[in-house]
C-alpha cells in the first residue's frame, strides 16, 4: 500500500519562492509526480522524478530522494496564474497505477 | 502533446438513474485508462484501471457492479454510474496512457450532480 503526506494550505506573494513538500511510504516505488490543478479543471502535469536529485523546468523544480521518501516542488517567481493544488502522486513498480497526496493549495496574493 | 476528451462535462441526474460518461484519446491509443473520483476538497481517488479489450480491475471499496467500465478500443473508455445516489456526486476523471510511458494525459473531467 502507499501514504502520501502533504500540507494543505499556503498563501504567498507575487513574485515569492515557494516550497511544496511531500512526503511518502511506499512498497514499491517508480517515480514520483508532480501536477498542478486549478478548482473544478483535471490535474496538468508539471514534472517526473525517478532518481534522487533537483529537475529544474523553468519556474518549476522538483527534488526527490528515494531514501527518505521525500519530494519537494519548489515554485519560483509566483504569479497570480500559479494559485491552485499541487498534488504529488506516486507510481507502483510493476503497473502505471498512481497514488495521489491530498494536494497542497497555494493561494497568490499581490 | 497528447489530448484526452470527457464527455459530458458535467451531468445532472436524478436519483435512481444510471449515468454514462465516456473518456477519448484524441491523437493517441491509448493502451490503458484510469478513472479517478475527487469529492470538494480531496485528492484524486482511483477507482479502477482498464486495458483494452480486457476487464477493468477495481480498486478495493470500488463496487463494480455499480460503476461499469468499458474499455472497448483503444480511443474509448466509458464508466457507468449506475443507480445513481446523491452520495455518488463528485467529480470524476479519466486518464489515459500508452504501452510502458510513464505518463498519465488526464481528461477535463466531469462533475456529476445526483438529485
Known amino acids: 500500500g502507499q501514504n502520501i503526506d502533504q500540507p494543505t494550505e499556503m498563501t504567498a506573494t507575487e513574485g515569492a519562492i515557494v516550497q511544496i513538500n511531500c512526503t511518502y511510504q511506499t512498497s514499491g516505488f517508480n517515480g514520483l509526480f508532480w501536477y498542478q490543478q486549478h478548482a473544478g479543471e483535471a490535474p496538468t502535469f508539471l514534472s517526473y522524478?525517478?532518481?534522487?536529485g533537483l529537475e529544474e523546468k523553468g519556474r518549476f523544480s522538483s527534488f526527490l530522494s528515494r531514501s527518505k521518501g521525500y519530494s519537494y516542488l519548489l515554485l519560483k517567481e509566483l504569479q497570480m496564474k500559479d494559485s491552485a493544488s499541487y498534488l504529488c502522486a506516486v507510481r507502483e513498480s510493476g503497473n502505471n497505477r498512481l497514488a495521489f497526496g491530498k494536494g497542497n493549495q497555494v493561494v497568490v496574493i499581490p | 502533446g497528447a489530448v484526452v476528451s470527457q464527455h459530458p462535462s458535467w451531468v445532472i441526474c436524478k436519483s435512481g438513474t444510471s449515468v454514462k460518461i465516456e473518456c477519448r484519446s484524441l491523437?493517441?491509443?491509448?493502451?490503458?485508462m484510469f478513472w479517478y473520483r475527487q469529492f470538494p476538497k480531496q485528492s484524486l481517488m482511483l477507482m479502477a484501471t482498464?486495458?483494452?479489450?480486457?476487464?477493468?480491475?477495481?480498486e478495493q471499496g470500488v463496487e463494480k457492479d455499480k460503476f461499469l467500465i468499458n474499455h472497448a478500443s483503444l480511443t474509448l473508455s466509458t464508466l457507468t454510474v449506475t443507480s445513481a445516489h446523491p452520495e455518488d456526486s463528485s467529480f470524476y476523471i479519466c486518464?489515459?496512457?500508452?504501452?510502458?510511458?510513464?505518463?498519465?494525459?488526464f481528461g477535463p473531467g466531469t462533475r456529476l450532480t445526483v438529485t
Open positions: 486518464s489515459a496512457s500508452w504501452g510502458t510511458s510513464y505518463e498519465q494525459y
Open positions: 522524478n525517478v532518481l534522487d
Open positions: 482498464s486495458n483494452e479489450g480486457s476487464k477493468a480491475t477495481y
Open positions: 491523437d493517441f491509443q491509448a493502451t490503458t
